[in-house]
Each structure stands twice: as C-alpha cells, then as structure tokens.
C-alpha cells in the first residue's frame, strides 16, 4: 500500500538558516509528489509538486524539493527560512488506486528569531 | 476569486447527535474532496464528489457521507457522533477530478464531539 513518512514530527530552525523537511514514500510505480504547507488557522496550500522529468522542482515561497527515486524521498528545502514559514508542513503521494492523496502525518517548523 | 469557503468553522455537539459540514468550492470548479484532520491519524481521505456523483472514497464508516448538489457545493454528514469524530474536517475543490490536479483548501470546521 501506498505510504508517507515524514521523520521529524517538530523542527526548529534559526531565521535566515537553510532547511530541509524530509520525506520518504512508498509507491509500486513512479510516483505523484506534492508538498502543502499549512499555517494555523488555515487550509493547506501547495508549495510544489513532482510528475515526471527533472528530479529538482521549484515552488512557490522560495521552496524547492528533489525527488530521488533511489531513495524514495522527495525532501523540501529552503536556503534562507523567513519567520513567516512557520507552519506545518505535509508530504503527499496521489494514492492511485484510492483516486486521491495520501499524506504523511507533517512536519510542524518553529522558526527562532 | 474567491476561495473555498466552508460553514461552519466550529462546531460542538454530544455524542449520537448527527451533524452536517457545508462546504463551497472555488468558483468553476466542480470536484468537492473531504478530508478528516486528527493528531492521531493526521489526514485522511474521506471521499470525493465530481458533478454530483460520489468518484472516489477513502476507508471510513458509513456513518459519514456526503452529497454535492448542482452548482458543485457539498456537504459532508456525520450521523450518530462519535468522540473520536472530533477533528478538523477539510475540503478542497479542483477543477477536474482531483487525482493528481492541485486542490485548493478550505480552512476547515472544527468539529468537537462530548
């Protein structure tokens, strides 16, 4: 069955620092990859998304994301973080058979001034 | 364009009580998902609605439903309430089946059971 994993549950970085959230997946074939972010109070809205071709995809709000088949992971990054990218974030897979997504359980990002 | 927009945004009622979520998506768009937000089982899929027809449901009881009427805005019933029914509950529209097409997030009711 289709799975998403998403390691570190709270994450805490310096402003101006770089960040990674990971994210792992499980997925027969290739898969469809989506990355939301969530702010409180608020619905979710996509940062990115992966279909097919170059590996490195970029979204909106500066984030960026590297799909690597060979290890099963499609890790969201972002060179300088703003105190305004605390949020909650969530990797998703399209479930296929299901007809929609599969979300891994979020990484909540604390951002330190 | 306005976005999506759900009613209400919180919600209280007792156990066995039944409770019905609005939800209306973005203007043309005519795909309706719900999904159930828990700390627990964080979120799951709960069904899909295309042009009034039910496309997609995820594994949850029969005791939630749904319908979407003509001009594509859905509601989401809950019938005999549960405690562990008390989550965030969220819809996203598309304007194809959602599948892989952006869905685009409602803020969500936040439903808590007694």
């Known amino acids: 069955a289709q799975s998403v994993t998403q390691p570190d549950i709270h994450i805490t970085v310096s402003e101006g620092a770089s960040l990674e959230l990971r994210c792992n997946y499980s997925y027969g074939a290739t898969p469809y990859l989506f990355w939301y972010v969530q702010s409180p109070g608020q619905g979710l809205q996509l940062l990115l998304k992966y279909f097919s071709g170059d590996t490195l995809v970029q979204g909106i709000k500066g984030f960026e994301a590297e799909f690597k088949r060979s290890q099963s992971s499609f890790n969201l990054r972002k060179p300088s973080v703003h105190w305004s990218d605390a949020a909650e974030y969530f990797c998703?897979?399209?479930?296929?058979?299901?007809?929609?997504?599969?979300f891994g359980k979020g990484t909540k990002l604390s951002v330190k001034p | 364009k306005a976005g999506v927009t759900q009613t209400p945004r919180y919600l209280i009622k007792t156990r066995g009580q039944q409770v019905t979520l609005s939800c209306s998506p973005i203007s043309g768009h005519r795909s309706v998902s719900w999904y159930q937000q828990t700390p627990g089982q964080g979120l799951q899929f709960l069904f899909e609605?295309?042009?009034?027809?039910?496309?997609n449901k995820g594994n949850f009881p029969g005791r939630f439903s749904g319908r979407q009427f003509s001009n594509s805005r859905s509601e989401m019933n809950v019938s005999t309430l549960e405690l562990g029914d008390s989550a965030l509950y969220l819809c996203?529209?598309?304007?194809?089946?959602?599948?892989?097409?952006?869905?685009?997030f409602g803020p969500g009711t936040r439903l808590t059971v007694l």
């Open positions: 998703a897979v399209y479930g296929g058979s299901q007809g929609n997504l599969i």
């Open positions: 996203a529209s598309s304007t194809r089946l959602a599948g892989v097409n952006e869905q685009f």
């Open positions: 609605y295309f042009s009034e027809t039910q496309r």
